[in-house]
């Protein structure tokens, strides 16, 4: 049966995993048409669409102007432009070209990404010849792709249409502070951004000195089993050793994400104000780096819960970043920078808020729950995320705040000298670490 202009619509993904495979020309041409065809502000049809296969070009865009290293990825990459006499106008006929083009190439079984992050636009005028009056829009990448992931979530249709007069419904937030928001804000959040890349993809930010760490102190227990509390991009759970997992996330579509994401066997778990297993059923219970993204007023019936499904020689161990701490004097410098919004700092946005906590108010809470015994050890007084953090800010300028990821590591001399003395420090307990690990028991 012949497709539907809704069914082709329904079908398109943002593909951004592609098959060494070459489009043939004719096809490039159809899409090409497709885009010819769209309206545009008053039919002045003033845009313009470079076709760029060569590598050595992509490699300039990455490295030179800061794009997205998914333009490495695609076989074809077009740079969609506009004359800038306006801009508005420009945007609104572009974007009519951008999406025939998305539906053509997913008419003909091809993958497409609208990608935004393409670097510093004066780099990539620089690079592609581009004169002054024309500017640049963004890139759509085009290959074929080996599966199709599954449709994501939508917003309801209530949520979105409003009659005659705008009703808000909610009100949105983007704030580094987990306690502004609410788990379900927090689950919807992650269950629409979870999306904005491929399904499994590694998205948190953890350093190698960090996972070093967390690998020493996690063989150092014997687990029968293993809960993972909110795991969702699965960055730790290839870690674990060979045993019974569980993972807990907030959401269904989280949840997927996590499943893409690990390499060994594990049983989902969705998290909706208690964890769906049996008294007494877990040997080790990890929480490590979320309890920074979820609200303090839901610690204590998170804790209970953990509490309720340990057995009596069971263990809760988390890892959490201090605000008492030099690391919490460079987030707050970070968002003072970027002010109180995800997306404008980028480098929790995945997963919705972050913010260092204090250790005291974690183990009170800790008390409150039942649990009698608490440890606690403090690692690293220079954060090794600082050295993360300096790639991003690097990241960010050279592609003038595009984007901070899927970017080539910068070389410089400072960045040398922060990784240089960041990998000074042993791996040992220290009086005022930035990282506290703390283990838990009845």
């Excluded at 012949?2 to 070459?22: G, Q, V």
């Excluded at 025939?100 to 990608?115: C, K």
């Excluded at 807990?248 to 997927?256: A, D, I, P, V």
């Amino acid at each position: 049966m012949e497709k539907t202009i809704l069914d082709i619509i329904k079908a398109r993904r943002s593909i951004r995993s592609f098959l060494p495979k070459k489009i043939p020309d004719e096809c490039l041409s159809l899409i090409l048409e497709a885009a010819q065809w769209a309206p545009s502000a008053c039919n002045q049809q003033l845009w313009h669409f470079i076709i760029i296969k060569d590598n050595n070009l992509k490699t300039r865009l990455t490295y030179e102007a800061g794009a997205s290293k998914l333009i490495m990825k695609a076989p074809v990459v077009i740079s969609v432009c506009y004359h800038s006499g306006n801009i508005k106008e420009g945007i609104q006929s572009a974007s009519s070209a951008i999406e025939n083009m998305l539906l053509m190439a997913t008419s003909l079984g091809i993958g497409s990404l609208y990608l935004n992050s393409f670097g510093k636009e004066v780099k990539v005028k620089q690079i592609l010849k581009i004169p002054d009056e024309i500017f640049v829009v963004a890139f759509i990448l085009l290959g074929y792709t080996e599966n199709n992931p599954p449709p994501p979530k939508r917003r309801p249709l209530g949520e979105i249409i409003h009659e005659n007069y705008y009703v808000e419904h909610r009100k949105e937030t983007f704030s580094h502070d987990a306690d502004k928001w609410t788990l379900n804000s927090i689950r919807d959040f992650q269950e629409r951004y979870c999306r904005k890349t491929d399904l499994g993809t590694r998205m948190d930010i953890i350093n190698q000195m960090e996972l070093k760490l967390f690998k020493i102190l996690l063989s150092k227990e014997k687990c029968d089993n293993i809960l993972d509390i909110f795991s969702y991009d699965g960055t730790l759970l290839d870690y674990y050793p060979d045993t019974k997992i569980f993972s807990l996330n907030l959401g269904n579509e989280t949840s997927l994400f996590t499943t893409y994401a690990a390499n060994k066997k594990i049983e989902q778990l969705i998290f909706e104000g208690f964890i769906p297993l049996q008294d007494n059923s877990i040997s080790n219970a990890f929480c490590i780096f979320k309890l920074e993204r979820i609200p303090y007023e839901d610690f204590h019936n998170l804790f209970s819960e953990v509490k309720r499904i340990l057995r009596n020689d069971g263990k809760f161990i988390l890892f959490f970043r201090s605000k008492n701490s030099l690391y919490g004097f460079i987030h707050t410098i970070l968002r003072i920078k970027f002010k109180d919004d995800i997306r404008k700092s980028g480098i929790y946005s995945f997963f919705g808020p972050y913010s260092p906590l204090i250790p005291a108010k974690v183990i009170s809470s800790l008390r409150k729950a039942g649990f009698s015994s608490i440890s606690e050890e403090k690692f690293f007084i220079i954060p090794p995320l600082f050295d993360d953090f300096y790639q991003l800010l690097l990241h960010y300028y050279a592609s003038d705040g595009g984007s901070f990821y899927h970017r080539e590591h910068r070389k410089s001399f400072i960045g040398k000298l922060i990784h240089k003395i960041i990998g000074l420090q042993k791996i040992c307990s220290t009086k005022a670490g930035s990282i506290v690990v703390l283990t838990a028991k009845k």
